[in-house]
């Protein structure tokens, strides 16, 4: 494997803290500041950078990711786009991990194996299919390995113990717990409910464990970092972004990086602060 | 498939899809968040439970014949025949089922799974409202509390069935996003689902989504195929030599064709081209889509070269779908269903001559069925039998039809 990502989570690790993994829409609110946000995330302090693929139809998430979707495609992004995008922040970013997710139509219709040459070419860490369960995929998977590129799958809080072996087979680069049944950025799950989900994960596999849905706050990005390897934030960035887009603000970028700086502030913090 | 079970001709059955994992050939599957996962395995280990039980089939069985009211008659429609003057043309008679369409077949099987399951609250979407109209009616026998999602754009124009569900006690929530039509409304169902997995039951309305939905509803629609298959025999002494249905995501049409499927009978599914084919503007995800993945199935769909869904165009709302069930999408691959389309205007030329000749009101769905009949059958001999399917009458689109016609109700 190529593998930013894993030495990315061994670097958080040492410094006995969770990695701060931040979600934005590839291309939202457009094209020309798509760019500017990505540098802005890594400016912030994010360790690892999950890009979603604009989709018309985002079953699995709510209204903040929808409309980021929506601004994303109104601009004209394509994945062609995406992957540009991915090229161009690796000409001057070699080291900060990058995680596409999205549905798999758009990855179907540009060619299964195609992408998956393009993407590790274009400088790409592994893909998050959120359509694509475990029994379905054997279509993309192969691929996926066969480029160096990581397959990351989701656990639920429906994941029972007797399907968990499933998802973890085959999975690589870190679990992905999706802490409420639900949609994104919408309801938070309770503390302890992700700490005994977390430790169930961790011992089931000894990938590193990310928590995502329902994470806005550096609070909560704290008290999620206490137990897991990764805290996910990606609806409240994204709707700071919507909101910029809408008063036309051009400071976007430095919201954005004031916004990731108040998170990786609380990560970097956490377990510090516990312990004393 | 499955496995190689033979027919009386020797040749391998059509009839034994999907396979264990939920593909019809390269078409169906289960592409669902995990979240839902979990719960698709379950509603698929209830669903074989209740085929093994008797007493699943004879509620369902006693429910059809005395709250739906079947069997639906098969109908000769012998003004229509000689005005077409070719083929012999029956109708099975779905619009006089309760609620006014085959829809309540399926709802009336889902929901005795929901109950079987444990469920206490049921959603759905509509895109007619014809299907809301069964899910609503359902729910209020069993009751449970219902909602539905229809589009924005639908509860515009199918006003008479949005405040029918409100009488039946169902939630209408509006879908604002995307073409705020049935796609739409599907998106929505499937975000509250994920939410509410512990006490939900989603009532799919087609032979689509993820396994085992497109085998369930059509297996709870085949009742139509199985009546239409003995009764035709009664009427005429031999199978028919054509069956003609509509398709949106195609319920109406599998569940009259599955059970002919190892017979010597042609079938033709008839598509919404909308504006016509050649016009961005229509329905037609066979004659203009390409496969891929939407709403828990691969199949044949609308979209750009991105990947991205395109949205679907009919003056029928329940045809307005980029979509098929994907067992149409494998039977079209195969070639052993032809699929052909209407447009608007040739649904509504049908509509009007139906309204006129046979005294029957039909929906705007089966009246893209009775399009495609009227180019076929003149050329046909008179001794030739097309039985179509008439899934819904038009009570509900009365007002669609004004609009389109210019007319000031």
């Known amino acids: 494997m190529s593998d930013r990502l894993s030495r990315r989570f061994a670097e958080c690790a040492a410094q ?141 809080p429906t994941t029972d113990a007797k399907r968990l072996p499933t ?97 990786a502030d609380a990560v970097r913090t956490a377990r510090v602060r516990t312990a004393a | 498939m499955a496995t190689a079970a033979l027919t009386a001709s020797g040749r391998p059955s059509l009839r034994t899809g999907p396979d264990a994992r939920g593909h019809f050939g390269a078409f169906g599957g289960r592409y669902v968040a995990e979240t839902l996962m979990p719960l698709i395995l379950e509603l698929e280990v209830a669903y074989r439970a209740a085929q093994a039980d008797p007493a699943f089939a004879a509620e369902f069985d006693y429910l059809m014949k005395h709250y739906v009211g079947r069997p639906s008659p098969m109908y000769f429609a012998e003004r229509l025949t000689n005005a077409l003057g070719g083929a012999k043309i029956y109708f099975k008679r779905d619009e006089l089922n309760h609620t006014g369409a085959h829809k309540i077949n399926n709802c009336i099987g889902q929901m005795l799974l929901a109950q079987r399951m444990g469920k206490t609250r049921i959603i759905a979407e509509t895109g007619a409202g014809q299907h809301g109209v069964a899910t609503a009616t359902v729910a209020a026998r069993a009751g449970l509390p219902c909602t539905i999602y229809m589009g924005a754009r639908d509860i515009a124009r199918q006003a008479p069935n949005v405040f029918r569900m409100k009488l039946l006690g169902a939630e209408v929530r509006s879908v604002e996003s995307g073409s705020k039509t049935l796609k739409d409304a599907m998106n929505e169902a499937l975000r509250d689902w994920v939410a509410n997995v512990h006490d939900t039951f989603y009532i799919i309305g087609t032979a689509a989504g993820p396994h085992p939905y497109p085998e369930l509803v059509r297996d709870f629609q085949s009742v139509i195929g199985k009546e239409a298959r003995e009764q035709i025999v009664e009427a005429e002494g031999r199978l028919p030599d054509v069956l003609c249905a509509a398709i949106g995501g195609g319920s109406n049409a599998i569940g009259l064709f599955h059970p002919f499927l190892d017979d010597d009978v042609r079938m033709i599914g008839v598509e919404a081209s909308g504006h016509g084919l050649d016009t961005d503007a229509h329905a037609a995800s066979l004659a203009g889509g390409r496969a891929g993945v939407l709403h828990g199935n691969k199949t044949m769909l609308l979209q750009d070269d ?50 006129r000749l046979e005294g029957i009101i039909p929906a705007l769905e089966p009246a893209h069925a009775l399009a495609a009949i009227r180019r076929f059958a003149p050329g046909m001999s008179r001794d030739t039998i097309v039985v179509a399917n008439l899934c819904g009458r038009g009570d509900k689109d009365i007002f669609t039809v004004a609009e389109a016609l210019g007319t000031q109700m």
């Open chain 2, 306 to 355: 991105d990947g991205q869904i395109t949205e679907a165009h009919s003056i029928s709302a329940g045809l307005d779908y980029p979509g098929i069930g994907p067992e149409h999408a494998w039977l079209h691959s195969i070639g052993r269903v032809e699929y052909q389309s209407a447009t608007d205007a040739e649904a509504l030329d049908a509509f009007q001559q139906l309204c």
């Open chain 1, 167 to 263: 998802v973890l087979s085959g999975a690589s680069g870190f679990v992905y717990y999706v802490a409420v049944a639900g949609v994104t950025g919408t309801a938070s799950a309770a503390d302890a409910d992700i700490a005994s989900a977390v430790a169930r994960l961790k011992a089931a596999t000894s990938l590193p464990v990310a928590v995502g849905f329902g994470i806005k706050t550096p609070a909560q990005a704290a008290a999620v970092g206490l137990h897991a390897d990764g805290v996910v934030v990606g609806s409240a960035l994204v709707s700071l972004i919507g909101a910029a887009a809408e008063t036309r603000a051009n400071d976007l970028p430095e919201q954005v990086e004031h916004f990731v700086r108040g998170l």
């Open chain 1, 16 to 156: 006995d803290r969770a990695a701060l993994v931040t979600f934005v829409t590839a291309g939202d609110p457009d094209l020309e500041r798509g760019p500017s946000i990505l540098a802005a995330l890594v400016a912030g302090g994010a360790d690892i950078i999950e890009l979603g693929m604009p989709f018309t139809d985002p079953m699995a998430d709510g209204p903040a990711i929808q409309a980021g979707n929506i601004r994303s495609l109104g601009t004209g992004t394509t994945l062609r786009g995406v992957l540009a995008m991915i090229r161009a922040f690796r000409l001057t970013d070699g080291t900060t991990p990058l995680i596409l997710m999205g549905y798999f139509n758009p990855i179907l219709a540009y060619g299964v194996e195609a992408f998956a040459d393009a993407a590790a070419d274009a400088g790409l860490d592994g893909t998050i299919v959120v359509d694509l369960p475990p029994e379905e995929d054997a279509e993309l998977a192969p691929m996926l390995r066969g480029h160096g590129l990581h397959n990351v799958r989701l656990a639920t």
